[in-house]
């Protein structure tokens, strides 16, 4: 006799839930980084001095996948590792969300608009890593 085992559509498997997520972030601030730039928001020419070059879109999207996945490693530890998984990484993850906000705000010789338009970035990427990883 075979038995077939029906998982419900709410519980994805955690490598697809990972990878939407990842893309759905980078998706957003690509859209962000375009956007303020065609409003004159986001200075694309300004050299930061730690890279050497102007920040690309390239980088912006890297970025966000990367971070998405090293929050999804977190929460996978967590989830081994601890008994209140989603609390911790709530917790963990608003620590780090405020901690990402020194890194716009202190490049030297950028808009207040472009510190703004990085700082929505990392909002958003936060905001979407919390809510589709934390479930």
């Known amino acids: 006799m075979t038995t077939s085992v029906q ?43 730690s890279l050497g070059s102007p920040i690309p879109v390239g980088l912006v999207a890297m970025a966000s996948v990367t971070s998405i996945l090293i929050a999804a490693g977190l929460k996978q530890l967590l989830a ?27 490049i030297p010789g950028a808009s207040i608009s472009m510190k703004a338009s990085l700082s929505a970035m990392h909002i958003v990427g936060g905001v979407i890593a919390i809510t589709r990883l934390n479930r």
């Open 80 to 106: 081994r590792f601890t008994s209140n998984h989603q609390r911790w990484f709530l917790l963990i993850s608003l620590l780090v969300l405020a901690s990402s906000f020194v890194a716009p705000l202190t």
């Open 7 to 49: 998982v419900h559509q709410k519980y994805k498997p955690f490598w697809l839930n990972t990878f939407t997520t990842a893309s759905l972030a980078a998706v957003a601030n690509v859209a962000i980084y375009y956007g303020t730039a065609a409003l004159s928001l986001f200075q694309t020419e300004l050299v930061v001095s």
